[in-house]
């Protein structure tokens, strides 16, 4: 089982250790890299902010994405904070589900297009939304990269994903995308507590669901109000419409 997340706006304020090494599917290095040039030359312009789609609050931010090559850096599982990593909680997580999280979370990112908790990153702003110069969208330019790879990964693909991380890749007919309700509508913000507590109950639960169907009825077990949809045309995903928890 794959579980599919977005990653986070909020993050840990400085890493805490080395600066940037060695990560999780090294064929993206060089794209990596093509991103973050683009990236730190955007944040020199004098019109970075709304270049990378920023306030002007936020204009510290901008220091951090000239500093990725040196800055210390920290895992993706302490880096990323926010409602739905509140409601994950990996840090009160035994070591037997943490050890299921690292194999089968992946985060993505506009930056580093995807990563693992364990890989280790410097704080940085970039949304997978931004148009770099040079580049152009972030996620059409990630997804043929992330499809070769990504795409071999063998099981079930739970994605946890909000829309504008999803086009970074679509895994098809094998992948259960949750959308989250709250009195018969799909909701964006109370959806972010829902889908950290679905991650924490499949960690959790030690199971690999086969099937869109298991998938539901481990979900059921767990207590959420689930309903699984029809079948879907060929390369299309499954949807599993769930209850806002909160």
């Known amino acids: ?10 993050k840990a304020a400085e890493g805490r250790g080395p600066a940037l090494g060695e990560l999780s599917f090294p064929a993206l290095d060089k794209a990596r890299k093509r991103v973050r040039t683009a990236l730190a030359k955007a944040s020199r ?7 990378l789609g920023l306030t002007p609050g936020l204009a510290g931010e901008l220091d951090k994405n000239l500093a990725l090559e040196s800055a210390p850096a920290l895992p993706a599982a302490d880096l990323y904070t ?15 589900e943490r050890a299921r999280a690292e194999e089968s979370v992946l985060i993505f990112s506009g930056l580093w297009g995807v990563l693992r908790l364990t ?29 070769k790879e990504l795409d071999r990964l063998p099981g079930l693909v739970v994605d946890l994903r909000s829309g504008t991380y999803a086009g970074a890749w679509k895994p098809g007919d094998r992948s259960v995308a949750v959308r989250v309700f709250r009195d018969g509508k799909v909701v964006s913000h109370m959806a972010k507590a829902t889908r950290g507590a679905v991650a924490r109950a499949l960690v959790r639960s030690g199971e690999d669901p086969a099937t869109p169907a298991d998938l539901a009825k481990l979900l059921d077990a767990y207590g959420f109000a689930v309903q699984l949809g029809p079948r879907p045309k060929p390369a299309q995903p499954w949807h599993l419409d769930i209850e806002a928890t909160v």
């Open 45 to 51: 312009r004098r019109d970075a902010l709304g270049v």
């Open 82 to 96: 926010g409602v739905l990593y509140d409601n994950f909680g990996l840090s009160t997580l035994s070591a037997a």
């Open 119 to 147: 890989d280790r990153v410097p704080p940085y702003r970039l949304s997978m939304g931004v148009t770099l110069p040079v580049l152009g969208g972030l996620a059409a330019f990630w997804r043929p990269l992330l499809t």
């Open 1 to 10: 089982m794959l579980i599919l997340l977005p990653p986070s706006e909020g």
